[in-house]
């Protein structure tokens, strides 16, 4: 122990002690969450309630916070305060016996002894402290308005009146119960979420990030604007995996940014490329983010039904934006990589293992039905044994680095974890007392029974409550509150989960709040807010294909082949023209007029055939309308090439 009074306390405790333990603790919550996947309390004849396991999580997590997260954001932590000791000893001896006493007191809420409601304070107090650190305030406030609502919802008039609860009952519940804190977010963040972030973090370590942008640049640089196209590949490949806009951001903004930059292409620009590129990833199969598994779980389906129905509106996305990149290449004249930049395929080709493990995930997904937890740890056993045995530009992982990412994904699963355990308060608070029946009466009731009317608040609302928050704890809100709304009216429960989840997400690209495009803009060093104006025009197609999905699930894979062919063709030659008109780039610079009749016909091409009766018609007509606006203007380019030439 040593001295520290420039952080206000007599005691802490130094850096040679806490890292060090916080790494074990971290190492050990990651192989706790790997034991529980691969059912090994089983096999030594234990039999455990989830909710112990996940209080066993939690265990780890709260000191974990404690040691490494300072009290005050964006600061650094040298030593750790003598009260933060207090808080990570405390937290352990709450959740501790939480956990071993958790089948006596579950059936004890209801009857509110000390024994119950006394933990259960301690537990919720230092959970939304670390959440706290973690994520600041935002989220912390949602939480607060919620528990006073449990708490005084007697007082709130009209068809959102709740009941009221006793504070003492209601921390029980929401300390114990499984529709509280160790209810369903966290199982799913417990054991799906671990595994694939272990699989992230393998994959990092053992140079897989390294060959998917070695492969993005040996597929998209030697065309012009490849640096664009890199990152827009390179971002949504380790955007599936990492399930967070923000991180994926950080970990391949700061090679493609400025790759993006030095090819001439303005910095708000080259950073809202990269902040649409990486919010997507969440949306990309075969991974998705931790939002795609909660999904699952919460509509009671297997998780490859999640993913079935996202890829086309995901490959459009992508489609979007890639065309949208191209186009404003050719616009402003920037050429491909130069070849000397650009890796020598035969380098990458010894990447191709790498390749392998994913395989093992889809086949162990889509055709033999396992868990995702176990899928994932199987992909990662797969990526552990080809790295070592093949490696990646001669470098192979070593034993201590392998031990390294066990402590390193418990470090990353922290503030997801932290996360899911407020969104548990929130559905408990929302189960007790009602709110969550009246709420979806009341959406429905101010949508006058119009679907886009609701469709339009509901994305309003997905936008705002988005603002400041990671998109798991945005999408726990969304599927709880303006989802069931949405059901309730006619519409597929996949296609409204997915929308609020677009829409959700899309508060990390929409200012003023967005938090994706403003790291990406700090790394650029551009104006943020031009960053985020950026960000909305090139990721345009997610503000309106949910629109399209929930009136036509054909582009959800829902409907007969025949029209679910057709629904996908049209959307992408629609998505061009529409991308074309945006760029103001064709095949020459295109007039206000010639951008007009391209946003026309796409539009009409994008319109699913099952929208209304007779959309076929349109879908025809504005395929057909596209195909001579593009033909018009590639004869009109090779003219004026003509005409420069001589």
Known sequence: MENATSQGARWSLAPK?????????????????????????????????????????MLFVLPIAFLTLPMQRGTTRESVPAYDLLFAVLSVGAVGFIAHQYPVLVLKIFSRPPEVWVPGLIVILLTLEALRRATGWALIIIIAVFIL???????????????????????????????????????????????????????????????????????????????????????????????????????????TIPMIKRDGYPAHKAAAIEAVASTGGQLMPPVMGAAAFLMAEFLAIPYSEVVLAALVPALLYYVALFIQADLEAARLGIKAIPKDEIPRPRSVLGGMHFM?????????????????ERAALWAAAMLIFTSLVLGYRGLRPGVGKLVAA????????????????????VIAVLNISGLSFNLTYLLVQIGGGSVILLLALSALVCIILG?????????????????????QLGIEPIAAHLYVLYFGMMSMITPPI????????????????????????????????????????????????????????????????????????????????????????????LLPSGLFPGAVITDIVGVALGAVFMWRDVRLGRIMSATTCH
Not at 231 to 253: D, K, M, P
Not at 469 to 484: E, K
Request: charged content about 5%; proline content about 4%.
């Open 514 to 605: 967005a938090l994706a495009a403003f790291s990406a803009a700090a790394i650029a060093r551009a104006p943020a807010m031009a960053t985020g104006w950026a960000a909305m025009r090139f990721g345009w197609s997610a503000y309106i294909i949910p629109f399209l999905f929930v009136f036509s699930p054909t582009l959800i894979l829902i409907g007969a082949p025949q029209e679910i062919a057709l629904a996908v063709i049209t959307a992408v030659i629609g998505v061009w023209l529409i991308s074309a008109a945006l760029a103001g780039y064709f095949s020459t610079q295109l007039s206000i007029f010639s951008r007009g009749l391209f946003a026309l016909a796409g539009m009409m091409a």
């Open 149 to 255: 609502y449990g708490l005084f919802g007697d007082v709130v008039p009209g068809r959102l009146q709740g009941r009221v609860q006793s504070w003492d009952m209601l921390t029980g519940y929401i300390a114990l119960d499984s529709n509280g804190i160790l209810g369903l977010p966290m199982s799913v963040a417990a054991t799906v979420v671990v595994s694939f972030i272990l699989f992230g973090t393998l994959l990092n370590l053992t140079g897989g990030a390294a060959f998917f942008t070695d492969a993005a640049m040996v597929a998209m640089g030697r065309f012009r604007g490849g640096a664009m196209k890199i990152a827009v590949l390179a971002s949504g490949l380790f955007g599936s995996i990492s399930g967070s806009a923000v991180a994926n951001v950080v970990g391949t903004g700061v090679v």
């Open 17 to 57: 002690y806490w890292r060090p333990i916080a790494d074990i603790l971290a190492a050990l919550l990651t192989l706790t969450a790997i034991g529980w996947a691969l059912s090994l309390h089983r096999q030594f004849g234990l039999g455990l309630y989830p909710q112990q396991y996940f209080a066993a999580i």
């Open 467 to 487: 603002m400041g928050l990671p998109t798991l704890g945005v999408y726990v809100l969304l599927a709880a509150l303006v989802a069931p709304a949405l059901v």
């Open 406 to 425: 066990l402590a390193q994904t418990g470090h990353g699963v922290v503030e997801i974890l932290l996360i899911s355990a407020a969104s548990g308060v």
């Open 356 to 372: 392998l493990a994913f395989a093992v995930l889809i086949y162990l997904l889509f055709w033999k039905g396992f868990q995702p």
